[in-house]
């Protein structure tokens, strides 16, 4: 029997017997690392970008990026796609 797919709360914790979309996962955790090691904010301060203006990109509020960059809060699997793909976009340059 195959394991469930992922459906419903988006922004719902990845929960074991469930089936992801693999490049989902892998950016879920690559921009939680980001985060957790500073990259994140050192790419944004690279570009010139304020968390203001990231904020707007994302759909967020500036607090919302503060919280993530001091490592209180992580993206949720909603915006973490999001936050891979500008993030990319601005160290790509």
Not at 11 to 18: C, D, I, S, V, Y
Not at 38 to 51: D, F, L, T
Request: charged share 25%.
């Amino acid at each position: 029997m195959d394991a469930p797919t992922a459906t419903g709360d988006a922004n719902a914790p990845l929960k074991l017997g469930m089936s992801y979309d693999p490049t989902e996962v892998k950016r879920l955790m690559a921009v939680r690392k980001m985060y957790a090691n500073g990259e994140a904010k050192r790419i944004r301060e690279a570009a010139a970008i304020s968390q203001s203006e990231f904020a707007d990109a994302l759909g967020v509020s500036r607090a919302t990026v503060c919280l993530w960059e001091a490592g209180t809060r992580i993206p949720e699997r909603t915006r973490a796609a999001d936050c891979w793909q500008l993030l990319e976009l601005l160290q790509k340059g």
